[in-house]
């Protein structure tokens, strides 16, 4: 298996509350991706990162952040929680563009 | 804009019954394609990636092919140990990578 943790595995916060979602890896690959997957949509890109300090929107961005200060963590910030981001969120990694990716365990999380 | 579409939805099997899944797909330039397998609360497990049209990979009982415009997902002689939801994926070559999920197949191998 990657070496790939996400954290928290799951959670539940108020709306208007700040989350914060982590994702470390111990692959040394250069992207990191966040995914949500909802019944009805399947996997949608939030944010992704091609290096430190690098990162760049997806497909569903809004209301979501990213920042990765070091290779092996990739941070994933909802500013003020709503309950639409109760989702499942994937972190995946790859090492190179034209590659697979591989995925983490995913963080279940529930705005209420 | 790119688009993924898998069929069928759902699908349902008796164990040896073997069958297809279809993932067609609309892109502006094909970089791969991609199929995972999802068990129920884990995260996407990889099993193939596709390149060009005619490219052909196999794992057990899994086979995968690709066409132009869609991909196949060929399963001979499942066991109930197949059952999963199956998810296929393209990346485009526009920009940096960035991977196109469809909605997924769920495929339930009845013993």
């Known amino acids: 298996d990657a070496g790939i943790t996400q954290s928290p595995r799951h959670k539940v916060t108020e709306t208007g509350t700040p989350v914060t979602l982590r994702c470390h890896q111990t692959?040394?690959?250069?992207?990191m991706y966040w995914y949500r997957q909802d019944p009805g949509h399947g996997l949608r890109l939030i944010h992704y990162?091609?290096?430190?300090?690098?990162?760049d929107k997806g497909e569903v961005s809004d209301g979501y952040s990213v920042s990765r200060s070091k290779t092996e963590d990739f941070l994933l910030t909802l500013e003020s929680a709503t309950s639409s981001q109760t989702s499942v969120y994937f972190c995946?990694?790859?090492?190179?563009?034209?590659?697979?990716?591989?995925f983490g365990q995913g963080t279940r999380l529930t705005v209420v | 804009e790119d688009q993924v579409t898998q069929s069928p939805e759902a699908l349902r099997l008796q164990e040896g019954e073997s069958s297809s899944l279809n993932c067609s797909y609309t892109?502006?330039?094909?970089?791969?394609l991609f199929w995972y397998r999802q068990d129920p609360g884990k995260g996407p497990e990889f099993l193939f990636t596709?390149?060009?049209a005619g490219e052909e990979k196999e794992k057990e009982r899994l086979k995968a092919t690709l066409t132009k415009k869609e991909s196949f997902l060929h399963i001979t002689a499942p066991k109930p140990e197949d059952s999963a939801t199956y998810l296929c994926?393209?990346?485009?070559?526009?920009?940096?990578?960035?991977?196109?999920f469809g909605q997924g197949t769920r495929l339930t191998i009845n013993p």
């Open positions: 596709l390149y060009s």
């Open positions: 990162s091609y290096g430190v300090k690098d990162t």
């Open positions: 995946a990694i790859s090492r190179q563009g034209g590659t697979e990716a591989f």
């Open positions: 892109v502006s330039g094909l970089r791969g």
């Open positions: 692959e040394n690959h250069r992207y």
């Open positions: 994926a393209v990346e485009v070559t526009q920009g940096a990578q960035k991977l196109v």
